[in-house]
C-alpha cells in the first residue's frame, strides 16, 4: 500500500537529531516550559513574521485561546465555514459562544467572503450579533483574507484565522501568520509540520494579547503559576515535542517545496481524470492535503475500495457539512443554501500527499483512480465537473 502520508521516511531523515534532542531534555529534565519551548517559540515566530509565538497543546487549544484573547463572550457569533473540520467550529460553543456557518468557494474550497453579508443576516435574524470571523486555511491553502479582512473591517469584527493545516503557505507573499489579527496552528503528527504528539501554536503582533494567552495557557496565571488573575486552563507545548518540532523546522522548507513538486506532479496525471485542487492568485500552499473533486454522481465509496484494491488509500476530508452534524444544527447557517459545501461533502477525495511521494507512486495513483472511475458509473464527463 503506497502511504497516505510518510511520517517513517522523513524520521528516518531526522532521527539522530531528535534523538540528541530527546536526550537533552531527558539530561535536563524540564519537561514542562522547558528552554527548548521558548527556542521554537523564537524560531516559529520568525518564521511566521509574527512577534510574538506561543506554543500550546493542540491546534484546538490555539483556537481558544485566541478566542480568549479577542474576549469572546458567551452569546457571541462567530463566522466560520462550514467545510471544515470540527475544531474550527466546536470551539466557540465550549466558551458558550455561537458558531455561524457560511459558504465556501467551489474552486478553493476556502470560506467564500461572498457570503458574509449572508451569515451576518441570518445571525441577526437569529438574535446573534457577530464579532469575528474564523478563517480556514483548507488543505494547505489560506482563505481570502484580502477580502475577509475587508468585510470585517467594514463590519467591526476581528478575524482568526485557523491555519491548522495551511502553516508554511502564504498569500500575496505575506506568510500565514500575517494574515489575520491572530493565527492558529496545530502539530497534530499528520499536519505539515507535526510533533510526535499533540501540539499548536498561536501567532499574534498584538503584545497584551500574547501576553494574556501566556497567562491562559497556565490558569490565567499572573506573576507566577500560583497567582491566578483569569480563568484559563492547562495548555502547554511539551518539552519533548518543542524538540522534535526543533529538527522537523530545520527540514520543513525543504518539505514544502517537495509537496509543490509532488502538488505539480498530480495536476498534469489527473488531467482527464479528476478535478485538482487550484491555488488562487498570489497563493502557496502547504499541501496537507491533495484533494481532488470526483465526477458528480461517482459511486466514491465504490472509487474508494477500487483504489484499495490496487493499493492506493484514500480519505474524504469531510463527508458531512458541520451545520449538518447533530450537536451544530441549531446554529445560525447563512441564508444562500450552503450549495457548494454539499456538493463538495458529497464529491471530494483526497489521495495520498506527503513530501517523499516518488513519481512512480503519483502515476500509480493517477492510473487507479482512472480505472476505479471508469469502473465506478460516473454520471458525467470532465467537461460537467470543472
Ligand atoms: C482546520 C483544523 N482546525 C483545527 C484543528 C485542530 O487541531 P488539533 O487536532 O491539533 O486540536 C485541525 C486538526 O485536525 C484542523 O484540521
Not at 269 to 290: E, F, H, N
Request: hydrophobic fraction near 45%; include cysteine.
Amino acid at each position: 500500500m503506497i502511504p497516505f502520508i510518510d511520517l517513517a521516511a522523513q524520521q528516518a531523515r531526522i532521527r539522530d537529531r531528535i534523538e540528541a534532542g530527546f536526550g537533552t531534555v531527558l539530561d535536563h529534565g524540564a519537561y514542562v516550559m522547558g528552554p527548548e519551548v521558548a527556542a521554537i517559540e523564537a524560531r516559529l515566530a520568525e518564521a511566521a513574521g509574527s512577534r510574538h509565538c506561543v506554543s500550546c497543546s493542540s491546534g484546538t487549544d490555539a483556537l481558544i485561546l485566541a478566542l480568549l484573547a479577542q474576549g469572546l463572550r458567551p452569546g457571541q457569533g462567530v463566522i466560520v465555514p462550514s467545510f471544515t473540520f470540527a475544531a474550527s467550529a466546536e470551539v466557540m460553543p465550549v466558551l458558550g459562544a455561537v458558531p455561524v456557518f457560511a459558504e465556501v468557494d467551489p474552486v478553493t474550497f476556502n470560506l467564500d467572503p461572498a457570503s458574509l453579508p449572508a451569515a451576518m443576516a441570518a445571525a441577526r435574524e437569529s438574535g446573534i450579533e457577530p464579532v469575528g470571523i474564523i478563517g480556514v486555511g483548507l488543505f494547505g491553502q489560506p482563505a481570502d483574507y484580502a477580502a475577509i479582512g475587508a468585510f470585517a473591517e467594514a463590519e467591526g469584527l476581528w478575524v482568526v484565522d485557523d491555519a491548522a493545516q495551511s502553516f508554511g503557505a502564504s498569500l500575496n507573499n505575506m506568510p500565514v501568520g500575517q494574515l489575520a489579527d491572530i493565527t492558529c496552528t496545530s502539530f497534530f503528527p499528520a499536519k505539515p509540520l507535526g510533533c510526535y504528539g499533540d501540539g499548536g501554536a498561536v501567532f499574534v503582533d498584538d503584545d497584551a494579547k500574547a501576553e494574556l494567552m501566556r497567562s491562559c495557557r497556565v490558569h490565567g496565571m499572573g506573576k507566577n503559576k500560583y497567582e491566578n488573575i483569569r480563568i484559563g486552563m492547562t495548555a502547554r507545548l511539551d518539552t519533548l515535542q518543542a524538540a522534535v518540532l526543533d529538527a522537523k523546522l530545520d527540514i520543513f522548507e525543504d518539505e514544502l517545496d517537495r509537496r509543490q513538486t509532488v502538488a505539480d506532479h498530480y495536476e498534469a496525471l489527473l488531467d482527464g481524470i479528476a478535478v485538482p485542487p487550484r491555488l488562487a492568485a498570489g497563493a502557496t500552499s502547504s499541501w496537507a492535503q491533495y484533494t481532488v473533486k470526483l465526477p458528480a454522481g461517482t459511486d466514491r465509496d465504490a472509487v474508494m475500495a477500487a483504489l484499495k484494491e490496487r493499493g492506493v488509500p484514500s480519505a474524504i476530508y469531510y463527508p458531512v457539512p458541520m451545520h449538518r452534524q447533530p450537536p451544530y444544527q441549531s446554529y445560525p447557517v447563512s441564508g444562500c443554501g450552503m450549495e457548494v459545501t454539499a456538493d463538495l461533502c458529497s464529491r471530494v477525495l483526497a489521495l495520498p500527499m506527503h513530501p517523499y511521494l516518488d513519481y512512480a507512486q503519483q502515476q500509480q495513483v493517477a492510473a487507479a483512480l482512472a480505472t476505479a472511475l471508469g469502473n465506478s458509473g460516473a454520471s458525467g464527463g470532465m467537461q460537467e465537473i470543472a
